[in-house]
């Protein structure tokens, strides 16, 4: 069965960076889009960045535009995201998901079959 294992989180400053990384394994990686979400304290999971199977497109929600980075390695089953900017309201539990079917980027979270444990990512001020 699919198993995502991300990894990276930590306590950062604002304006400072991070790089989450997601491992993917038990499944076929490369045939499968893939995307991060993420939940503050009393707020619902919102998606983050979402990447195509080839890693050809991608899409980000617009607080993080220009500040975050999805990338993906289909030889290393592993996908990531690059956080650059950091900003106090981006602390939050960061999920790697990967969809079910969809080879395409979907910011549904119900096309998403497969989550992460988790990682947290605070940004002090």
């Known amino acids: 069965q699919v198993q995502l294992v991300e990894s990276g989180g930590g306590l950062v400053q604002a304006g400072g960076s991070l790089r989450l990384s997601c491992v993917f394994s038990g499944g076929s990686f490369s045939n499968v889009a893939m995307g991060w979400f993420r939940q503050a304290p009393g707020k619902e999971r919102e998606f983050v960045a979402g990447i195509n199977w080839t890693g050809t497109s991608t899409y980000y929600v617009d607080s993080v535009k220009g500040r975050f980075t999805i990338s993906r390695t289909n030889t290393k089953n592993t996908v990531y995201l690059q956080m650059n900017s950091l900003k106090p309201e981006d602390t939050a539990v960061y999920y790697c998901?990967?969809?079910?079917?969809?080879?395409?980027?979907?910011?549904?979270?119900?096309?998403?079959?497969?989550w992460g444990q988790g990682t947290q990512v605070t940004v002090s001020s």
């Open positions: 998901a990967a969809a079910s079917t969809l080879r395409i980027v979907t910011t549904n979270p119900k096309d998403y079959g497969y």
